[in-house]
């Protein structure tokens, strides 16, 4: 019997890949999403494989036939635009959603691992931000539907944990980027890319000083497949400590891409943390999982994903 996975949010961005590496890697895995930000576009490649998708939203309850090894919680819109207009929903599946993939984990006798996010730090007082960091959040803020529902699944995660004896883990997810990112989600990499490629004014907000350390997709799933088979219950960062400022960010785009765009600054969006860096000691020392692919090699690959979906 193969090892079998069950993915929320499959058809998303990260989920979709985090599905065709477990494939790869000879597991079955059973995808769950409702749709409301990704796309079957991202899962369509994979219908000849051992790969079954279930259309359910799993803030309702949650029932899968057969055994179950794993639970990836992946669902949750992740980009600040999609939870901005989808408050109610980013709450419900980082808190309801949360609950029912853990109840389907309890009930499995499966391992769960929780999509968490560097945001559980917030605007962050303490940088690089090490796991031991409780953050700064502002729970009535417009980011707080996200940041809060996130702490939210961190700390039930932890409870099923501790009351219920589930082997849990949680990964903290720094920015990460990649093909199937959405053209018009609205984080900093995509705009930008399909700004450049249109030879539009790239849009960055506030004056572009603001930092994030941004991860290639391959890396970050290499770093999840090795927490969830690691005895590791304790969050982990994963994420690649290349800091850039976002105006930086914004250069290198238009340079990579040859295009005529110039940088016009937007308002900076309320709440907007200053500073992002994983402190990734605990990644490095307990998964010996550290990034491998640079940005700039990142970005070719992104720009030619994104050339193609724009041609
Ligand atoms: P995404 O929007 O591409 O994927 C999220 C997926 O979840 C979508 O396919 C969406 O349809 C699905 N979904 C949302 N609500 C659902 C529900 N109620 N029921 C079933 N499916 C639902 O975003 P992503 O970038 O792939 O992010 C995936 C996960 O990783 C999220 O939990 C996010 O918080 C986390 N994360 C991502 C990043 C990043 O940089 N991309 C950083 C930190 C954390
Ligand atoms: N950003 C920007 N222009 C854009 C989109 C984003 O300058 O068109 C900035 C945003 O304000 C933030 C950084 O880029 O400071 C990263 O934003 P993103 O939405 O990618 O992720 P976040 O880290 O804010 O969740």
Partial sequence: MKTRVVITGAAGFIGSHLAEALLDRDYAVVGVDNLLTGSTANIAHLVNRDFTFIKHDVTNYLFIEG??????????????????????????????????????????????????????????????????????????????????????????????????????????????YGPRMRINDGRAVPAFISQALRNEDVTVFGDGTQTRSFTYITDLVDGIIKLMLSSVNDPVNIGNPRETTIEEIARTIIRMTGAKSRIVYKPLPTDDPKVRQPDITRARTLLKWEPKVSLEEGLVKTIEYFRTKLA
């Fill in 67 to 176: 055994p179950i090894d794993y639970v990836l919680h992946w669902a949750s819109p992740a980009s600040p635009i999609d939870y901005l207009e989808l408050p109610i929903q980013t709450l419900k599946v980082g808190a309801l959603g949360t609950h029912k993939a853990l109840g389907l984990a309890k009930e499995k006798r499966a391992t769960f691992v929780l999509a968490s996010t560097s945001e559980v730090y917030g605007d962050p007082l303490e940088h690089p931000q090490k796991e031991t960091y409780w953050g700064n959040v502002n729970p009535v803020g417009p980011r707080g539907v996200y940041d809060e529902a996130k702490r939210f699944a961190e700390a039930i995660t932890v409870a099923y944990h501790r009351f219920h004896g589930l082997d849990t883990k949680i990964v903290r997810i720094f920015n990460t």
